[in-house]
């Protein structure tokens, strides 16, 4: 089953940062614009950012501007989620995504795909 698989979740204090990882299983990332997502205990999955599937920009959510960046390694099939000054409304379980029809316009509405199992992140105050 094409999925992604997620890893770089952990525990860390507020103000603090992690680097989450996101590797395609079964598929290449060359063709895919890809999203990060999390969801919270509780709560809805929200979208976090989109990365265009050639050099085309990347786009974030209000909730993470300015503090994460997502990146993208084609020839490496990898994508990456720098998180700085964590806060912990931040704990989620994150996830990556291809997400359909690209990041044009209200990417957020759209469905994604080929979800992986996720990984945690744990903000602590």
């Known amino acids: 089953q094409a999925q992604f698989v997620e890893s770089g979740g952990g525990l860390v204090q507020t103000g603090g940062s992690l680097r989450l990882s996101c590797v395609p299983s079964?598929?290449?990332?060359?063709?895919?614009?890809v999203g990060w997502f999390r969801q919270a205990p509780g709560k809805e999955r929200a979208a976090l950012s989109c990365?265009?599937?050639?050099?085309?920009?990347?786009y974030y959510r209000d909730s993470v501007k300015g503090r994460f960046t997502a990146s993208r390694d084609n020839a490496e099939n990898t994508v990456t989620l720098q998180m700085n000054n964590l806060k912990p409304e931040d704990t989620a379980v994150y996830y990556c995504?291809?997400?359909?029809?690209?990041?044009?316009?209200?990417?957020?509405?759209?469905?994604?795909?080929?979800w992986g199992q996720g990984t945690q992140v744990t903000v602590s105050s």
């Open positions: 990365l265009s599937r050639d050099d085309g920009p990347t």
């Open positions: 079964g598929f290449g990332l060359k063709m895919y614009a």
């Open positions: 995504a291809t997400v359909r029809g690209g990041c044009s316009g209200l990417w957020y509405f759209r469905g994604a795909d080929n």
